[in-house]
């Protein structure tokens, strides 16, 4: 049972707009910023949004980050074969870890 | 951008130890906080513990807390976990994490490959 939840699975057509949602407490979404990580099949994770809504470089502003009271979501616009992966959110708690979500995964059809 | 390089895992009794190491490059180690993160067979990922860029902040997972030590050698660049009193739970692939600043508050922007612990008699 992750602290934060998020739906097992989503689904998208090529060029669809999906979003992954993420839901926590005040003690973590709450009051500190949420991540979002990528994991490709067979691959490590690889960080996609940091602070509630910043993209590092290389990430295309295809993807984007909201955080609205204690839950966050992640939006992938114009959905491509290659965003088929397991999406983590996350969020560091006020007992100084991190939480993780347990993991949404994207199926481009 | 930087690589992270884990290893020293492998299959291990219950009960007994196992220390990991993780070898940096290309970004200046001791600018940075790092983290290790497990993901057990296919399940998600799990923070174990993180440690500041001086070793002064230091914090764990309530489910390895007292058994396992986080530590770095910034001379070295090198980051290392111990993880004594291995139970099957701590079966998972353990990755290597650098932080984004030197304090361990921040995202992970650089991950390793991972190395593979298996905890079985």
């Known amino acids: 049972q992750s602290v934060l939840t998020q739906p097992p699975s989503a689904s998208g057509t090529p060029g669809q707009r999906v979003t992954i949602s993420c839901s926590g407490s005040s003690s973590n979404i709450g009051t500190n910023y949420v991540y979002w990580y990528q994991q490709l099949p067979g691959t490590a994770p690889k960080l996609l949004i940091y602070r509630n809504n910043q993209r590092p470089s290389g990430v295309p502003d295809r993807f984007s980050g909201s955080r609205s009271g204690t839950s966050a979501s992640l939006a992938i616009s114009g959905l491509r074969s290659e965003d088929e992966a397991d999406y983590y959110c996350a969020a560091w708690d006020d007992r100084l870890s991190v939480v993780f979500g347990g993991g949404t995964r994207l199926t481009v059809l | ?121």
């Not at chain 2, 940096?24 to 296919?42: C, I, K, L, N």
């Open chain 2, 1 to 121: 951008e930087g690589q992270l390089v884990e290893s020293g895992g492998g299959l291990v009794q219950p009960g007994r130890s196992l220390r990991l190491s993780c070898a940096a490059s290309g970004f200046t180690f001791e600018d940075y906080a790092m983290h290790w993160v497990r993901q057990a067979p296919g399940k998600g990922l799990e923070w174990v513990s993180g440690i500041s860029w001086n070793s002064g902040s230091i914090g764990y997972a309530d489910s390895v807390k007292g058994r396992f030590t986080i530590s770095r050698d910034n001379a070295k660049n090198s980051l290392y976990l111990q993880m004594n009193s291995l139970t099957p739970e701590d079966t998972a692939l353990y990755y290597c994490a650098k932080d984004r600043t030197i304090m361990p508050d921040d995202a992970f922007d650089v991950w390793g490959q991972g190395t593979m612990v298996t905890v079985s008699s």
